[in-house]
């Protein structure tokens, strides 16, 4: 918690994430550095490659497979291109649209979307799946699923996997190794500004998919690659990069830094501790309790808890509290990390007292 600025009351790093220390004075030196007209796009490009370097060692894989660009739905639309005609995408209902949308825009040519119930995922997957699409954590939800039946049942029929660690690296413990392609941005539990995101592709990945979207930063020297037409791309997962948005990127590298210095395990255990103990206050029962192992953790537990709030009612009383929350799909969301401690589950009790959606059952 020393590593923030004063959290208290800030219940929402599922929609965006506090600065830690560290960005916020990387983000300032930056600024300065800017105005004084000391920054370079070479400078820039070493912070890139140790973001790049700190976000494989968070995911457990080799910087090599790993592409740096600025929004998730622009990396999921590279594999979105790469599907054949005619192919089946399963996704579970009311995954988040960045997952989703890439895919119903292939509808032109043939590819079909179907979504399935989440805890039917697995079970979804048949002979005729191209992909399956998934988040590790429910954005509107918080609920985790296990990787585990999803790629498997996705190897049996030769499917490929991706999936979407926005809601889940930096609080949940996760390996990008088992998915054929990850997308995260950084944005909220990793702390970083915005404009910071990462795809994992898989060796055979790399093999299959294309660089639909390269620059002149895909380029194995992305310094002799400005000009055309002749044009060396990068033999590994780089040949997918963007151009990165400069700025972004000190208080992004900052962010990671101190995310790979913490203990997942331990993260998780204090963010899904609060959330008990919040619904214990409620009288509402613990949510992800005995659903299995999570995504490559073994963890159990949410670390963003939902109550029903058709209405917006408690949204609204949690606000006028001072608390800082979110509403999604008709239920009030609650997100825990590392600013938050046991204040801030009283805080939200006292909040909510009298309040009947976020008191019944959930």
């Known amino acids: 918690m020393d590593s923030f600025p004063d959290g208290r009351g800030y219940l929402a790093a599922c929609t965006a994430g506090l600065p830690t220390l560290g960005t916020i004075a990387a983000q300032r030196a930056d600024l300065d550095a800017w105005s004084r007209a000391e920054t370079s796009p070479a400078g820039y490009g070493a912070l890139v490659e140790e973001g790049r370097a700190l976000f494989a060692s968070l995911v457990g894989v080799p910087a090599a497979q790993v592409a740096t660009g600025s929004q998730t739905s622009v990396m999921a639309a590279v594999v979105a291109d790469a599907l054949p005609d005619d192919a089946e995408v399963v996704v579970p209902d009311g995954d988040f649209s960045s997952v989703v949308f890439p895919f119903l825009a292939q509808a032109h040519r043939g590819v079909r979307v179907r979504s399935v119930p989440l805890d039917r995922l697995a079970a979804s997957v048949g002979p005729d799946t191209a992909l399956v699409v998934w988040s590790a954590v429910q954005s509107a939800s918080g609920v985790v699923t296990d990787p585990d039946p999803v790629v498997a049942a996705a190897r049996r029929v030769g499917a490929l996997t991706l999936c979407d ?29 915005r404009g910071v995101a990462f795809m994992t592709l898989s060796d055979d990945a790399l093999g299959r998919l294309r660089p639909v979207q390269a620059g002149w930063y895909a380029g194995e020297d992305v310094w002799s690659s400005c000009y055309g037409p002749a044009m060396r791309l990068a033999d590994d997962a780089r040949r997918f990069d963007v151009s990165p948005a400069w ?14 210095s913490l203990d997942p395990r331990s993260t998780w255990r204090h963010a899904t501790g609060l959330a008990d103990r919040l619904c214990d206050a409620l009288g ?3 949510q992800g309790r005995g659903v299995g192992a999570a995504a490559g953790g073994g963890a159990e537990g949410q670390a963003i808890v939902t109550f029903p709030d058709a209405d917006g009612t408690a949204l609204r009383a949690v606000t006028a509290a001072g608390l800082t929350a979110s509403g999604r799909a008709g239920r009030l969301r609650i997100a825990f990390h590392h600013w938050n401690d046991e ?3 009283s805080a939200v009790v006292a909040a909510l007292a009298g309040v009947e959606p976020a008191t019944s059952q959930a």
């Open 165 to 193: 660690l926005t809601q889940a690296a930096g609080v949940l413990p996760v390996s990008a190794a088992p998915f054929d392609v990850t997308v995260t941005h950084a944005y909220k539990w990793l702390c970083a500004p």
């Open 284 to 286: 509402s029962p613990r």
């Open 247 to 260: 700025q972004a990127w000190p208080g992004a590298v900052a962010a990671l830094r101190h995310a790979v």
């Open 343 to 345: 204040d801030d589950v």
